[in-house]
């Protein structure tokens, strides 16, 4: 993993929270969201680094995952994750800085967008490329949860499992055996499993994406994106790969609640930048500029 520019622990929020940089310092800013919840911001990187040629980029690792993770019994909300960001933004001194969400990291640059109509000691957002984003009802992310398990369960992934249990990695070599093991679990958000071997590895806390999940209770965002839109002209860019677990319908509608481009990429599943990084950072890097 390249080695950051600047990192640190945030000194304002209640729990201490990873932060690196990248890029050159004068650079305009792009602050990227990982997903999760409850995962950590590298195994974006290294391929989310080609912003650093251009850009200042800043990132941490969210609370309760990675190098932010606590001991607090309180259970993580994504209101906990919003203010965490506000927080992030005004130690930075950031002012209307780009934002880079993927996953569930674009979902929660949305739900900041939708608490500064009425927070408005928040600092604004600027221009949003949202990534790969997390359902915005909560019918959509049970489809998708209904595909990824079907997906994992299916017969590609069985022979995939298969041809790991035969091959002796476990006895002869741990590491690459939990390496491979890791890919399998993740092949199902790609459009070909076998590109997962490209992807940094990386765990999640359970019960921080459980507590997140649970705190969205049976949520539509449509209505209040639609209400941003109307309250704050931004440009948004959406990119969703066509063989994506969560249901392009999802995209869709973002883009058209915020007014937004959308970027359909053929032959891509949910992890754009490692299945189409091409593509991905030409619109990426276009919208930056």
């Avoid at 945030?10 to 201490?16: F, G, K, M, N, R």
């Avoid at 927070?119 to 949860?145: K, V, Y």
């Avoid at 298969?162 to 002796?168: F, N, P, T």
């Avoid at 459980?210 to 209770?217: C, D, P, R, T």
Wanted: charged share 20%; net charge negative.
């Amino acid at each position: 993993m390249p080695v950051p520019r600047a990192e640190g622990f945030t000194a304002t929020t209640d729990v201490p929270l990873y932060w690196r940089e990248d890029g050159p310092s004068g650079a305009p800013p792009v602050v990227v969201l990982h997903g999760g919840p409850g995962a950590h911001h590298d195994y974006l990187y290294p391929q989310m680094l080609a912003l650093a040629a251009t850009h200042r980029v800043i990132t941490y690792d969210q609370r309760g995952g990675g190098r932010s993770r606590t001991d607090d019994p309180v259970p993580i909300t994504w209101h906990t994750q919003v203010d965490d960001l506000s927080m992030v933004l005004r130690e930075f001194g950031l002012e209307s800085p780009a934002i880079v969400g993927y996953s569930w990291g674009a979902l929660l640059a949305m739900l900041y967008a939708i608490q500064g109509l009425t927070r408005h000691t928040m600092p604004p957002l600027g221009r949003m490329a949202l990534i790969s984003p997390a359902p915005i009802t909560r019918d959509w992310r049970d489809q998708f949860e209904a595909e990824l398990l079907a997906r994992q369960r299916g017969p590609v992934i069985h022979q995939l499992r298969a041809e790991l249990s035969a091959s002796g990695l476990r006895e002869t070599n741990m590491a690459a055996y939990r390496q491979r093991s890791f890919e399998l679990s993740v092949a199902g958000y790609f459009a070909n499993p076998r590109l997962a071997e490209s992807l940094t590895a990386f765990r999640v806390t359970g019960r921080v994406q459980a507590s997140i999940w649970e705190s969205l209770g049976d949520f539509d965002l449509t209505s209040e994106l639609r209400a941003v839109s109307r309250a704050v002209r931004r440009p948004v860019l959406v990119v969703h790969g066509r063989n994506d677990p969560i249901p392009l319908v999802s995209a869709e509608a973002v883009a058209a609640a915020l007014d937004g481009q959308l970027v359909v990429l053929d032959d891509c599943g949910h992890v754009p930048y490692v299945e189409q990084p091409r593509k991905l950072f030409d619109a990426m890097l276009r919208f930056l500029s």
